[in-house]
């Protein structure tokens, strides 16, 4: 029976960033994944670093885990690239800033508001009108009526990054175990041990669940709940081929979903813009389609490109893809330790995946090593989840 000092559940991208802060520790660690690197969340994103673009914001303790998780982003991309063996490596990140574009009157009054509490947390945004919005967008629609400008904003080439980051813990002798973990045994307030479909068992001081949306069956199991505790959104991308040099250059948004650059990283790629995003909640054990693309969700992403960028429908679709979000029921993730003495948890990270996959590294990373946290937990706890009415198991 093996055994390990931490075992990571979860293959994407919170696994892997939690993998890669605790990869000088002198700890023996292993990550389990039970589909492709990423799937089906980390991968599918956009690559959207957009935190002053997230409406949910009005929430305090997200408000301050999104600036933090922003701020520390930057520091984690720089470090890995520095400790990359691949000279000149590019993950596609640009802090391009973002447009939110405005086509009434209406959205004008609801989004000043909005601008009064971004520029509250310092900030940097500034309406444009129509004529400004041309100058830095020539080939948006000229239907807006304006639009605010987040000048700080930005983008990476997810999957790219996501390779990164395995390529360093994999540099770093973290090992890797492709495979399902059929159950997590309890026995009392500890796990004991983990059983893998093989009927092996492996054995951990400390245990992570930051496997998305496939945590929900564990949870419910080990906190006795009917109810889901991470819910599953479909979402559907469409990627276009393009030339990004006079098609687009900033991350666009509008209340129907957002355009993306993804300009080529090297020699041998095509620059495109993705389409994003559909969303709609499905039940993961009873849908053998998750991730297959439907025609209302491609029929509405055209149109979405069409509405925002029509001189270009001329352009060829490049691929289409979908993927889960993992989504709580008040949009907060769920961060830290449990009532489970050696089980913590990253989940239900929703949209914000990739923004915050660094900095909820970084934090799991603290409470296992003991270092001080610098953020308040509690509002994370998955206590404030299990304390909602919901049946229970007997």
């Excluded at 026995?187 to 998305?212: F, M, R, T």
């Amino acid at each position: 029976m093996q055994s390990y000092d931490v075992i990571i559940i979860g293959g994407g991208i919170i696994g892997n960033c939690i993998a890669a802060h605790l990869a000088n520790e002198n700890l023996k660690i292993l990550v389990i994944n039970s589909t492709k690197l990423g799937n089906p969340a980390s991968v599918a994103a956009a690559g959207l670093i957009t935190p002053f673009q997230i409406h949910e914001l009005v929430n305090t303790q997200l408000k301050e885990l999104c600036l933090k998780s922003f701020e520390y982003f930057f520091n984690f991309h720089e470090t890995l690239i520095s400790k990359s063996n691949i000279p000149g490596l590019d993950l596609g990140l640009r802090q391009s800033g973002s447009l939110y574009t405005i086509f009434s009157n209406s959205e004008i009054a609801q989004k000043e508001n909005e601008i009064k509490e971004f520029k509250s947390t310092g900030g940097k945004v500034s309406f444009l009108n129509k004529m400004e919005l041309q100058k830095l967008e020539p080939s948006i629609t000229k239907d807006l009526m304006g639009g605010d400008h987040y000048s700080d904003e930005a983008y990476i080439n997810n999957p790219k990054f996501l390779k990164a980051i395995l390529s360093y813990c994999q540099q770093q002798q973290i090992e890797y175990l492709d495979s399902e973990v059929s159950e997590i045994v309890l026995n009392k307030s500890s796990i004991e041990k983990i059983l893998l479909p093989d009927g092996k068992s492996l054995l951990a001081e400390k245990y992570i669940l930051c496997n998305g949306v496939w945590a929900d069956s564990f949870l419910r199991k080990l906190f006795k709940r009917n109810e889901s505790i991470i819910k599953a959104i479909k979402g559907e991308i469409l990627e276009v081929q393009t030339n990004l040099e006079t098609t687009l250059q900033k991350i666009v948004f509008c209340e129907d979903g957002y355009l993306v650059p993804r300009p080529r990283t090297n020699k041998f790629e095509r620059s495109s813009i993705l389409v994003g995003s559909t969303s709609d909640e499905v039940n993961i054990e009873e849908n053998p389609d998750l991730f297959k693309n439907t025609l209302y969700g491609i029929s509405k992403l055209t149109a979405l490109f069409k509405k925002l960028i029509p001189a270009h429908n001329n352009y060829n679709i490049a691929s289409m893809w979908s993927g889960l979000r993992p989504k709580t029921h008040d949009n907060l993730p769920v961060l830290g330790k449990t009532d489970i003495n050696n089980l913590l948890l990253s989940l239900g990270h929703y949209r914000n995946g990739i923004l915050m996959g660094p900095y909820c590294g970084k934090i799991i990373s603290g409470l296992i090593t003991g270092s001080e946290a610098e953020l308040n937990l509690e509002p994370f706890s998955i206590n404030r989840l299990l304390k909602q009415k919901s049946s229970v198991l007997v």
